[in-house]
T-cell receptor
Framework: AQSVTQPDIHITVSEGASLELRCNYS??????LFWYVQSPGQGLQLLLK??????LVQGIKGFEAEFKRSQSSFNLRKPSVHWSDAAEYFC?????????????FGTGTRLTIIP | DAGVIQSPRHEVTEMGQEVTLRCKPI?????LFWYRQTMMRGLELLIY????????DSGMPEDRFSAKMPNASFSTLKIQPSEPRDSAVYFC????????????FGEGSRLTVL
């Protein structure tokens, strides 16, 4: 069965600093990978996704992620964070047998932004 | 456009009572998902419908939980009888079913069972 590990439970970053959130996956086939963001009291919103092709994918709100098969990783990055980026971030892997709609989520990384 | 609509947003009930959570997916979406979010277990997929048919209910914790989707615009998740360990935020999500992997989530129903 597929699984996703987000090793960092909580990260604090200064506004304007760069950000990298780690994600490692375990999946036998070619993974379909996603990053979702959850603001307090809200549901999740898709930031970006990787299906195939270019291993560096761009998403909304200035985020990008890089797929590295050799490291089984799909880390999320942003060059300069804004206070509004404070939220919880979830990495997920899609199960291709279910049309990539059945997602397994990691436990999330809570991002705090300090002035 | 209206997103996924869930009701109630908050529910407080006593152990043993029946709880019904409701979801209206985005119009035109073919797939609907119920997730449960807790601090201990994170986000867990409970059940997944495609074209109103349950495709995978392996995440439903036990017989006390049941879900229905009588038509394309409505789904319910029922817990009977409820227990304190069912306290969680329950999310409904829908998607186009076009293998995009993009799920649209509702704002969730926070359930507290006393």
């Amino acid at each position: 069965a597929q699984s996703v590990t987000q090793p960092d439970i909580h990260i604090t970053v200064s506004e304007g600093a760069s950000l990298e959130l780690r994600c490692n996956y375990s999946y036998g086939a070619t993974p379909y990978l996603f990053w979702y963001v959850q603001s307090p009291g809200q549901g999740l919103q898709l930031l970006l996704k990787y299906f195939s092709g270019d291993t560096l994918v761009q998403g909304i709100k200035g985020f990008e992620a890089e797929f590295k098969r050799s490291q089984s990783s799909f880390n999320l990055r942003k060059p300069s964070v804004h206070w509004s980026d404070a939220a919880e971030y979830f990495c997920a892997v899609g199960e291709t047998n279910f049309g990539n709609e059945k997602l397994t989520f990691g436990t999330g990384t809570r991002l705090t932004i300090i002035p | 456009d209206a997103g996924v609509i869930q009701s109630p947003r908050h529910e407080v009930t006593e152990m043993g009572q029946e709880v019904t959570l409701r979801c209206k997916p985005i119009s035109g979406h073919n797939s609907l998902f119920w997730y449960r979010q807790t601090m201990m277990r994170g986000l867990e997929l409970l059940i997944y419908f495609n074209n109103n048919v349950p495709i995978d209910d392996s995440g439903m914790p036990e017989d006390r939980f049941s879900a229905k989707m009588p038509n394309a615009s409505f789904s319910t998740l029922k817990i009977q009888p409820s227990e304190p360990r069912d306290s969680a935020v329950y999310f409904c999500a829908s998607s186009l079913g076009s293998r995009t992997g993009e799920l649209f989530f509702g704002e969730g129903s926070r359930l507290t069972v006393l």
